[in-house]
């Protein structure tokens, strides 16, 4: 009876300890992704070309291709994601984005963090 008890407890502890280290994986840069300021780029101003623009916050990190043509924002790409993707979330902020051609946009309710990261890569890539 001894033994089981000793097994359980330590399957119950290598439990826990992978669910925290999961939990602090899967938070980490959420305070500062939340309170991440984004600054908005002139597009006009632009000249053509493609950009690359990176963000590092935990599993929010990514890295953007922006092409300008005609000193418009015409693609944005994801070249790498971020963990945990809602395509639905990135597909419909980065319509807010060339439709606007602003990076000034609202985020996407439920998805503030990624929002910024996404908003944060690209702001890098064109300020560059």
Request: glycine residues 8%.
């Amino acid at each position: 009876m001894k033994k089981i008890l000793k097994i359980l407890l330590a399957v119950f502890g290598i439990f826990m300890l992978i669910s925290v280290s999961g939990l602090f994986f899967l938070s980490r840069g959420l305070e500062a992704g939340s309170h991440l300021i984004v600054n908005d780029v002139n597009a006009p101003m632009l000249t053509d070309g493609t950009y690359n623009g990176r963000y590092e916050g935990g599993r929010w990190t990514n890295e953007v291709e922006v092409i300008i043509k005609d000193h418009k924002i015409m693609e944005i790409i994801v070249i790498k994601d971020i963990l945990l993707v809602k395509e639905e979330v990135t597909e419909e902020l980065f319509q807010k984005i060339l439709k606007e051609q602003s990076i000034n946009v609202d985020a996407i309710s439920g998805a503030t963090v990624t929002s910024k990261a996404y908003l944060k890569a690209i702001e890098n890539a064109l300020v560059q």
